[in-house]
């Protein structure tokens, strides 16, 4: 008998897929896992978007390549604006970069644990996802073990730990490695570094970035990727025509202006990050020292998955996940401060 699936790739029928974070509907719920911003997106940015639609731009298409966008991102973060590529959220950066660099049968190299992601993307191109064990203290061992990758992604800051990798061993790994190396700054905007100015330099090297977590546009959906010009060039030839539409392209460049909003909005998270992390270390968690905005908060006594149960009774909502080389925990966002009092008071109760 025909059946509409025979008709599916192996490789699809194959895989499990990617599974996002919960989206819950309805009201009263504390939503403490997926990462977004607890503040709202800047003013600027909300004020571009709406000029957009009192005009007649939606019936026309979007620049497809982000000219303004790009030109303004070049100058705050000192490069070519010729090096931007545009996506329709840094996952869409992803995929342009596994179908441009891995071929059918094909490998794409991660530490673990890291971002579910990149096996989902790695089995869609019919190639293979291998893991790395990061080192005891969450850094990358060396020598390298794993150095003829199509493609080698490291989450910098890592999810779900929010721990860092230095740029020396970055640059280290780019040295060793005979494919490009992606560096996946999802987070990076909450931490004290990053490697744009490193990746730069490197012929093998791209850094992708996301406005969803810092700048409060999760449901925009944009994000981009710097690295040199004449790769940018090819990318630009396996993206959607018009993977951006002009609202998303109107409200990122607004946001990116509008550095004094975000710096207050970051320095608001950080300083929430810093009391979340010290209170659950009073809880018994053990907490690792994050440069995301988001906890890792495992424990020893016992595991985390009735936590998370009776935490989602409750309607909070955290991340549980389960590696086996390192047992569970759960990823907590860092929200507002009412959230992150909430979220600790049903905790005490609880534990």
């Excluded at 970069?97 to 992601?117: D, H, I, N």
């Excluded at 910098?156 to 790994?173: F, K, M």
């Excluded at 975000?262 to 053990?286: D, E, P, S, V």
């Amino acid at each position: 008998m025909t059946t509409p699936t025979q008709y599916v790739r192996p490789a699809i029928l194959a895989m499990s897929g990617y599974t996002p974070g919960e989206q819950p509907r309805g009201d009263g719920i504390v939503k403490l896992n997926t990462n977004e911003n607890p503040y709202p997106p800047s003013p600027r940015a909300l004020d571009a978007m709406m000029a957009i639609l009192r005009t007649d731009r939606l019936r026309k298409y979007p620049d497809p390549l982000g000219t303004a966008f790009r030109e303004t991102a070049g100058k705050l973060y000192g490069v070519d604006p010729d090096g931007i590529l545009i996506g329709n959220g840094s996952d869409d950066i992803l995929t342009i970069l596994t179908r441009t660099f891995v071929p059918e049968g094909g490998l794409v190299v991660s530490p673990s644990p890291s971002y579910l992601l990149y096996k989902t993307l790695a089995d869609i191109q019919g190639g293979r996802l291998e893991t790395v064990r990061f080192a005891s203290d969450w850094q990358l061992p060396t020598p390298w073990p794993k150095r003829d990758a199509h493609l080698t992604f490291v989450a910098n800051p890592n999810s779900p730990t929010g721990t860092i990798v230095p740029n020396a061993a970055l640059e280290r790994l780019a040295g060793e490695l005979r494919g490009p190396l992606v560096v996946d700054e999802a987070y990076a905007d909450f931490a004290e570094t990053n490697a744009i100015s490193l990746i730069i330099k490197l012929p093998n090297g791209i850094v992708t970035r996301t406005l969803s977590t810092s700048y409060g546009l999760a449901g925009l959906r944009f994000g981009f990727a710097i690295t040199s010009p004449s790769l940018v060039r090819e990318l630009i030839k396996v993206k959607d025509s018009y993977n951006c539409d002009v609202l998303s392209l109107a409200g990122a460049q607004a946001a990116l202006e509008d550095q004094e909003y975000f710096q207050a909005t970051r320095a608001k998270i950080i300083a929430t990050r810093t009391r979340m992390q010290r209170l659950l270390a009073t809880l018994g968690f053990r907490v690792e020292l994050t440069h995301a905005n988001f906890v890792w908060a495992c424990r020893k006594d016992r595991p985390v998955k009735p936590i998370f149960e009776e935490l989602k009774k409750r309607n909070i909502l955290v991340r549980y996940m389960n590696y086996p080389e390192y047992g569970d925990g759960l990823r907590i966002s860092v929200g507002s401060d009412a959230e992150i009092d909430q979220l600790l008071d049903e905790l005490k109760t609880i534990i």
